[in-house]
Each structure stands twice: as structure tokens, then as C-alpha cells.
């Protein structure tokens, strides 16, 4: 279990469970300092709170769309729960399903256009979910952008060649030389700013937020991800690059079937943790008004006042996304064996 | 008139620039004909890896000419993969494929390079792993055979390319002593059935028994060469004199 085991005297059965209980206590501890600590400063947890911001049942009103009057309500939709109300005016007919229950008026009553008739209720993933879903989102476009950013970079920085070595010299050095945050205002208010007045001057749309979001995060991996996948590749020994050459392999047939197969079992444990990084750094992108995870926990801690529930919560979502990860690593990894 | 040589080497130069330069082939000229084996000795440091990975290109010699089956591999126009193919190379390390099997490790060049279908390319592996005599071990990686074992899988993995000539470069120093003999049989099996083979090697015993001719190498430069017997009994040279006495 332990790196080093057998190099000091054995430890008895006592010892792992006497710290056993020692981590636990410690981690009950914690916490129960934590909910009294919140106590004294008199905050009030309400955690019932919180699960309207993942699902929530909304209530949509059906209006009348013109002049008319009802002129007949029939059962309608499984089990007769619904019932179908048929308006009938000087323009056509139109009708409406809705539940029973939330029926406002009866047969033979006038409606006007925008009049009131009923609602129907259905559920909506919250705007913690929604959230979460669009971190998801861009950080899975930032990696596959990434990764094939990051090979080719990686493997023009081991290339014979000045221009593209330079070049993805030049790169890594300068996108891993300033902070994320500043790279991602210059790509959203520098070089978003040209490309969108540019299309608006030639008469496109606009490209949203997001994709220069994307953008940043992808470049920003790419850099980190080319050093990665150059040390991966240059831990592979040189005697296979000769060997598969002297059999008559081209340079790029010996890559892909020789090097970067048994680089990629090398560079998965630092790549997992560079896009561990990756899917934290996407909490950035609120500052460009994309509603992820963080910038939706921060609205509904301004709507819902209960700050302290709605962050752990974010936390722990963050959690669930990054140990996903890098469990499909470590199961990537024994895979590649 | 003799048959036009196979290997016909003419007067290279190589430097190393490590950052300071080093000569380590020095005018040197050599011709192999078809069949023959040529067996290169000398201390170490003297060149022989080098001169050996000049001919297929593994390092790019600075002057000369290497014509191998009448093309000049230092013209950069010719196609050094297609000679690649035709010269088989076995290293001190092996280098076998560690992510493959030992079938695939034979496979995937029959594939990639010679174009041959899989089934085409498993069956000769197949053959030659019988040959070489571990064709039960196809299914396993590499790492789970011994030093002699894998050396063999090695041999076998050239072979798979029907190369016209094989070169080895120590093929056994990183054996151990009883694994020696299985690799330098398959070798001297390979010898009689008429392979072109330059072999660099400290095995007194193979270089006596198999080679038509043996090569000095000292420095970077071909000090002595001639037949075994002459080789070994009455050397010339003072540094060969010198050299055989240290290790026989
Ligand atoms: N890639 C290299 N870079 C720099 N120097 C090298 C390289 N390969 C070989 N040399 C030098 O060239 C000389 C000859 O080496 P080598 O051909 O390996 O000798 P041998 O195989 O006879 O022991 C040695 O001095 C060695 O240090
Ligand atoms: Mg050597």
C-alpha cells in the first residue's frame, strides 16, 4: 500500500486503526466546527433551499390568442386528465390543452386576446444544472480542442525544423507567461472585438461569447498540453524511433505506431491533472457573462441569500466533474497497459 | 571478375560535434560482396557502431559514397526508406515494440511498409518465429521473454522484411552468458543459408567459425582486414596484435 513498504520495522494492525479513527475524527471534527462556527455568527442554514436551483416545476400561463368564445371544453389526453377547451371567434377557431384543475372559466364564457384560461406546470433543470451542464460543455470543446492543439504543437517543438519549432517555442512562452484571465479578455474584448466588427461589417453574424471563452481555455490547455505530450514523446526511448526506422517506417508511420502509442500511456497522469485544471479554470469565463457553473451559484447567491449552502454545493459539483475525469483516466490508463 | 559488391562504401568522413569535434570515421572504404559476412572488432569507442549505422543511414555520414544494391544512399534524392527495407539492423538493446506482441512486433512493418495483407504477414511471422525457434511465444509483449529470447524475436522482426543484408550491432553484449549461444546459432544458421550480414561483435568463437572476412577498427579507421585464420594467427598490425591479446 504505502511507496516504501518493507523498509521499516512492519507496523501492527493496531497502529492503522488507531490513525483510522484519528482521520475520521478529524474530518467529523472539522466539519462540526464549521456548523457551529456558522452558528455563532447566527447563520441559518436552509437547505431545503437548494434543490429548486437544480429542478424546479414551472408554471407557464395559456392566453387566449383572439376574440371568441368557448364553445365547448372536452376531456382530452391520457387517463382524461387534461381537457381541450375549443374558442371560436370572428377569425377561425383555435384550442387549447390544459390540466382539469387549472381551468379558469367554462363553456359559453367570452375571451378576449391575452385573456387568461389556465396554466400548465412542467419540471425545468434548474440554473445549477444548466450551469453545470454548460461547464461541461466548455471544457470538454477546450480539450479536444486542446489535445489536438497540444500534440501537433508538441510535436512541431521537437521538429527539425526552425519555423515551426520556433514557432511552437514562441507559443508555449507566451501563452504560459500571462495569467488565463488576462488571455481571456484579450481574446474577448481584443480579438473578438475585430472579428465581430469585421462581420458585422461584411454583413454575418455575430460569434458569441462562448466560443472565444472556448478559445482562450483551448489555447491556453494547448501550450501546457504541447510540453506534456514533448516530454512524453522524448521519454520514449530513441532505440525505438531508430528501430522502427531501420525497418523502412517514414517518420510519421514510426510516430503513430511506435512513439506516441507508449508516450500517450506515459503523458495521461500529467495530462489528467492539466485538465482537472482546465475544467476549474472555465470558472473564469463568468467574467464574459457565459453563465457557468460559478457565475450561476453567484446569481442565485444574490437571489437566494444563502451563500453558505449554494458554494458548498458549487464545490462539490466542481468535485464530481474532476474526479469523474480523472477516474476515465485511470481506467484510460490500465487500459493502455 | 568478381560479382559487383552488395555494400561498396568509399572513403567516408563522420563527425560528431559534441560541442567539440570528433572524427569518428576517418576515410573509411569497405566493400561487402552478396554473401558475405563481414565480422568488424575493435576497442570500444573506435567507430564501429558508427561505421555500421552509416550504412542504413541511421547516421548520415559527412563524405563519401555508400552505394548499397547500386543505389548511393547519401544522394539525398534516394528513397532511404525503400533501402531501409532491403537492410535488416539488429541492436545491442533490441528494441522490440513493448506495447505490441511478439506476432505484431513482426507484423506491422510486413504491413506498413511491404504493404502485405495481415494474414499474409502473420503467417511469415509465423515461420520465422519457428525458425527462430519461439513461434509459442507470438501472443506475449516482449517484456515477458528473456535477453536471448527477445534478441531472437529481433532478429526475426528483420528477417519479416526479406532484407537483402543484415547488420548487427553487438547482438549479444547485453546477454546473459548462457543466452549467448541460441542468438549466435540462429546467426550462423542465417550465415548458411547465404545472408549478407556485417556483424560487429566481441564473440572470438563466431567471428573463427562463420566470417568470410574480419575487420579491425581502431579509431575510425579500418586498421586490418582478412580471412579469420589469417586474422587470428598472424596479425600485422601492432594495435591489432595488441587488441586480440586483450581479449582471447
Ligand atoms: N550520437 C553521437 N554523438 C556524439 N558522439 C558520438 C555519437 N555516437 C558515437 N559518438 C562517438 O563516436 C565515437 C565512436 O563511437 P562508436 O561508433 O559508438 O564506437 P564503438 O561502437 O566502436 O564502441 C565515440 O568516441 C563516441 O563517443
Ligand atoms: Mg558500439
Redesign the interface.
Known amino acids: 500500500m504505502a511507496t516504501y513498504t518493507g523498509l521499516d520495522r512492519p507496523k501492527s494492525k493496531l497502529y492503522y486503526q488507531f490513525w483510522s479513527i484519528v482521520f475520521i475524527l478529524g474530518l467529523c471534527g472539522s466539519m462540526a466546527l464549521l456548523y457551529f462556527a456558522t452558528k455563532k455568527v447566527e447563520y441559518i442554514w436552509r437547505w431545503n433551499r437548494v434543490p429548486q436551483y437544480f429542478l424546479y416545476e414551472e408554471k407557464v400561463t395559456i392566453r387566449a390568442e383572439m376574440e371568441g368564445k368557448i364553445v365547448s371544453i372536452d376531456p382530452a389526453g391520457a387517463e382524461g386528465k387534461n381537457v381541450r377547451v375549443l374558442v371560436r371567434g370572428d377569425d377561425g377557431e383555435e384550442t387549447h390543452e390544459l390540466p382539469k384543475e387549472s381551468l379558469l372559466l367554462s363553456s359559453g364564457d367570452h375571451v378576449y386576446a391575452g385573456d387568461n384560461i389556465g396554466y400548465y406546470t412542467h419540471w425545468k433543470p434548474g440554473i445549477l444544472v444548466e450551469g453545470l451542464w454548460l461547464t461541461l460543455e466548455v471544457s470538454f470543446l477546450a480539450i479536444i480542442f486542446g489535445i489536438v492543439l497540444g500534440l501537433f504543437t508538441g510535436l512541431a517543438r521537437i521538429s527539425d525544423n526552425p519555423a515551426l519549432r520556433w514557432g511552437a517555442i514562441t507559443y508555449i512562452e507566451l501563452i504560459r507567461g500571462s495569467p488565463l484571465l488576462v488571455q481571456i479578455f484579450l481574446w474577448y474584448f481584443v480579438v473578438g472585438t475585430v472579428i465581430n466588427s469585421i462581420l458585422a461589417q461584411s454583413g454575418f453574424g455575430q460569434i458569441s461569447p462562448l466560443w472565444f471563452g472556448v478559445m482562450a481555455l483551448a489555447i491556453f490547455t494547448g501550450a501546457y498540453t504541447a510540453e506534456i505530450v514533448r516530454a512524453g514523446i522524448q521519454s520514449v526511448h530513441r532505440g525505438q524511433m531508430e528501430a522502427a526506422r531501420s525497418l523502412g517506417m517514414t517518420y510519421a508511420k514510426a510516430m503513430r505506431k511506435v512513439i506516441l502509442p507508449q508516450a500517450f500511456r506515459r503523458i495521461l497522469p500529467p495530462l489528467a491533472g492539466q485538465f482537472i485544471s482546465l475544467v476549474k479554470d472555465s470558472s473564469l469565463l463568468g467574467v464574459l457573462s457565459i453563465r457557468e457553473l460559478t457565475k450561476a451559484s453567484r446569481e442565485v447567491v444574490s437571489s437566494s441569500l444563502q451563500p453558505f449552502e449554494i458554494w458548498i454545493v458549487c464545490a462539490i459539483l466542481y468535485l464530481v466533474l474532476t474526479f469523474t475525469l480523472s477516474m476515465f483516466v485511470q481506467y484510460l490508463e490500465r487500459k493502455a497497459i | 571478375m568478381q560479382t559487383p559488391p552488395i555494400i561498396d562504401v568509399q572513403s567516408i568522413d563522420k563527425f560528431f560535434y559534441t560541442p567539440e569535434r570528433l572524427q569518428a570515421l576517418n576515410r573509411v572504404s569497405c566493400s561487402v560482396a552478396p554473401g558475405e559476412v563481414v565480422v568488424i572488432i575493435g576497442p570500444s569507442g573506435s567507430g564501429k557502431s558508427t561505421f555500421l549505422r552509416c550504412l542504413?543511414r541511421?547516421e548520415y555520414a559527412d563524405s563519401g559514397h555508400i552505394i548499397i544494391d547500386g543505389v548511393d544512399i547519401l544522394d539525398p534524392k534516394c528513397d532511404i526508406?525503400?533501402?531501409?527495407?532491403?537492410?535488416?539492423?539488429v541492436?545491442q538493446?533490441f528494441?522490440?515494440?513493448?506495447?505490441k506482441t511478439v506476432l505484431d512486433n513482426l507484423t506491422?512493418?510486413q504491413m506498413?511498409?511491404r504493404g502485405r495483407s495481415k494474414q499474409e504477414a502473420e503467417a511469415k511471422g509465423m515461420a520465422l518465429l519457428e525458425k527462430v525457434g519461439i513461434a509459442e511465444k507470438f501472443a506475449v509483449k516482449p517484456d515477458q521473454l528473456s535477453g536471448g529470447q527477445q534478441q531472437r524475436v529481433?532478429i526475426a522482426?528483420?528477417l519479416a522484411?526479406d532484407p537483402k543484408i543484415m547488420l548487427f550491432d553487438e547482438p549479444t553484449s547485453a546477454l546473459d552468458p548462457e543466452m549467448v549461444g541460441e542468438v549466435l546459432d540462429v546467426m550462423k544458421n542465417l550465415a548458411r543459408e547465404g545472408m549478407t550480414m556485417v556483424v560487429v561483435t566481441h564473440e572470438m568463437g563466431f567471428a573463427r567459425e562463420v566470417a568470410d572476412r574480419v575487420l579491425f577498427m581502431d579509431k575510425g579507421e579500418i586498421l586490418e582486414q582478412g580471412a579469420p585464420e589469417h586474422f587470428f594467427t598472424a596479425p600485422t598490425h601492432e594495435r591489432t596484435k595488441e587488441f586480440l591479446g586483450q581479449i582471447l
Do not use: C, D, K, Y
Request: charged share 10%; glycine share 4%; aromatic share 8%.
Open positions: 542504413n541511421l526508406n525503400a533501402i531501409r527495407a532491403e537492410v535488416g539492423m541492436f538493446s528494441n522490440l515494440f513493448p506495447h506491422m512493418a506498413t511498409v529481433a522482426r528483420s522484411m
